[in-house]
């Protein structure tokens, strides 16, 4: 009797289309990340502006390194012929690619704003950003040897090569699928005006030729007059993203695709695993963009 006397919720609306596009945006889920701290700026973040560095063991020395989590890496695609997959053996080698394919988390993880430049200062003359990754912690797996953590010197441009790697073995693993799939990923243009009559964009995929203007590939976008929605794309210059190696082979491994290079629009339909790509490919670009100076003159 008292379940059938209990008042009942009414049935939730139907989503419109704004929220059911607000829960497919990645940059959406990408601000809606738990808050973390950067160590080396104090500054607090969604997490996936953040780079997470766990502390692992030399497998020679047994010394304390910090080595890159497994949180950017949780979209990685299947083993692919990807010339640069094979890294030389040794801890900051072993143990950043066999992490992603683990979710178990090391006792001591830490953060640090994914900014090439900002790793690129944690071993250069300001040692302060470094020391500042361990900080005041205490516990018992904080330990006078743990506190003399390594961080390998070109670990900027080893996280570069990863994520670089990544975002090409996603997108060929992408374009390599059924003709009904690759046509709800990728749609070719001829120019740019034939952007704004692609469905479900997401971003534009580009790969300049000789006699294509250069651009600012920090933060291009592209505005499409009249668009309710997905009016302003990203656009992302896969040379600058990517490198040449990288999208040399984009283009060998995914030639329908990428062979022609041109513009191609990834889009953007109710896909997680297309969500994380696209995430990815904003967090390269991200990764990659050069310092601001902030300073005003008077």
Not at 121 to 133: I, Q, V
Request: glycine share 6%; hydrophobic share 35%; aromatic share 8%.
């Amino acid at each position: 009797m008292s379940a059938r006397r209990r008042q009942t919720k009414r049935r939730p609306a139907s989503s419109g289309r704004f929220r059911k596009k607000l829960l497919n945006n990645p940059y959406a889920q990408a601000l809606a990340s738990p808050m973390r701290t950067c160590s080396a700026t104090h500054t607090k973040l969604p997490r996936y502006f953040l780079q997470d560095f766990e502390m692992v063991r030399h497998p020679e020395t047994g010394k304390p390194w910090f080595a890159p989590g497994p949180l950017s890496f949780d979209s990685s695609a299947a083993p692919s012929n990807n010339p640069d997959a094979i890294t030389q053996p040794g801890p900051e080698s072993t143990e950043t690619t066999t992490r992603r394919h683990s979710r178990a988390r090391a006792p001591i993880t830490v953060y640090a704003t994914c900014r090439k430049s900002l790793l690129d200062l944690m071993n250069s003359s300001h040692r302060k950003f470094l020391g500042s990754m361990i900080g005041p912690r205490g516990g018992m797996a904080m330990t006078t040897e743990t506190r003399e953590a390594i961080l390998r010197k070109d670990m900027g441009d080893v996280l570069l090569s990863m994520l670089r790697r990544q975002a090409s073995d996603l997108l060929v693993e992408r374009a390599n699928q059924s003709p009904d799939s690759v046509a709800r990923s990728f749609q070719r243009c001829d120019n740019w005006e034939d952007i704004g009559k692609v469905t479900a964009r997401g971003c534009v995929l580009w790969i300049p030729g000789s006699k294509d203007n250069a651009t600012n590939p920090s933060y291009a976008t592209y505005d499409i007059e009249g668009a309710r929605y997905d009016g302003k794309v990203a656009v992302h210059d896969l040379v600058y993203l990517l490198g040449d190696a990288q999208v040399s082979w984009l283009r060998k491994a995914a030639p329908d695709t990428f062979g022609d290079g041109g513009i191609v629009v990834l889009r953007l339909h109710h896909s997680r695993r297309m969500a994380k790509i696209h995430m990815l490919l904003w967090r390269l670009q991200g990764y990659l963009a050069p310092p601001i100076d902030e300073t005003v003159a008077v």
